[in-house]
């Protein structure tokens, strides 16, 4: 079963607008969520994350918002810019006991910023 | 370099075939991850290596699978016996230890080993 879901598998914007890429989660046991930006033929790039104690999370351009009674994070981005567009993978982490933090990632959601 | 590499960047074998794949982490980082994606799918952990303690391996798929960490920095990820479903990308990525201060820590990417199992 997957833990992470990422629903929309792509995402077309126009330059300037909203990006909004959206993830939900069933673990009730993760607290501390990330957003990963990945291009191709490179490893993930880490974007911006978030703690579960907190409801809001904003770096520059992005913004993560955190609805725990819902179980779902968003990424906001705001002007979206063609060097935007890659696959955006959202990430939770929990201790697994042995102290490792591991990630659980979602399937990714193409964005694809139109110029 | 600054940043975790890996190598071969592409492995091509055939099935039944023993592989390796290589992964040095960043200096100063002392947590080690690997972690493989698979077409269409997410990245899936793999297993976790954290200074001199046992590695958590509860990700690994079978028991084909195996990895070690010698001298605490430079990493093996070793297939034996590789199918058709191993086939995939296999990242390493490193971070700072979890600690009081860094607790939950950013864990740096790899380029990746993509392995193609004919």
Known sequence: DQQVKQNSPSLSVQEGRISIL?????NSMFDYFLWYKKYPAEGPTFLISISSIKDKNEDGRFTVFLNKSAKH????????QPGDSAVY???????????SYQLTFGKGTKLSVIP | GAGVSQSPSNKVTEKGKDVELRCDPISG???????????GQGLEFLIYFQGNSAPDKSGLPSDRFS????????????IQRTQQEDSAVYLCASSHPPSRV???????????????VL
């Open chain 1, 89 to 99: 993978f959202c990430a939770a982490s929990a201790d697994s006991g042995a102290g």
């Open chain 2, 67 to 78: 990895a070690e960490r010698t001298g605490g920095s430079v990493s093996t990820l070793t």
């Open chain 2, 29 to 39: 980082h002392t947590a080690l991850y690997w972690y493989r994606q698979s077409l």
């Open chain 1, 22 to 26: 959206n993830c939900d989660y069933t």
């Open chain 1, 73 to 80: 994070l968003s990424l906001h981005i705001v002007p979206s």
């Open chain 2, 102 to 116: 860094y607790t939950y820590n950013e864990q740096f990417f790899g380029p990746g080993t993509r392995l193609t």
